[in-house]
């Protein structure tokens, strides 16, 4: 599985990864971040990288350059995909990374735990 991200307008974003997933093949998320408001003692969920797509597919990356191509008008609202020499964004070291920290719905939970004199005790999350 490869993993490619885009940057995109941030106003489009939530309609951009909609299409992205209407299409065969392909599995289009925002990772989210679980952020904890100390005014409201509520969690919220915010985009851990603001205005970035990511993509899960099995095209490798010519595939997938003529896919987004392909796309025309149904991908307005993508700024570029971010690569580098026509090598994907992301690693199988760095996919591995996005796994280890992120859950089933793409989203870095909080982590829970306690002090102890002066130390934080994580007990559960990253």
Do not use: W
């Amino acid at each position: 599985m490869n993993c490619y991200v885009l940057y995109c307008q941030s106003y489009k974003i939530e309609n951009l990864c909609q299409r992205f997933n209407q299409k065969e093949g392909i599995e289009a998320f925002i990772p989210q971040i679980e952020k904890h408001l100390h005014s409201t003692n509520e969690l919220v969920l915010k985009p851990l990288f603001p205005g970035y797509i990511f993509i899960k597919t099995k095209m490798n990356q010519i595939e997938f350059d003529t896919f987004l191509l392909l796309m025309k008008e149904e991908k307005n609202g993508v700024i570029r995909e971010l690569k580098k020499d026509d090598v994907s964004a992301l690693t199988k070291d760095e996919i591995h990374l996005l796994k280890l920290l992120l859950n089933e719905q793409y989203i870095l939970k909080m982590s829970k735990g306690y002090k102890q004199t002066n130390k934080t005790i994580i007990i559960e999350g990253p």
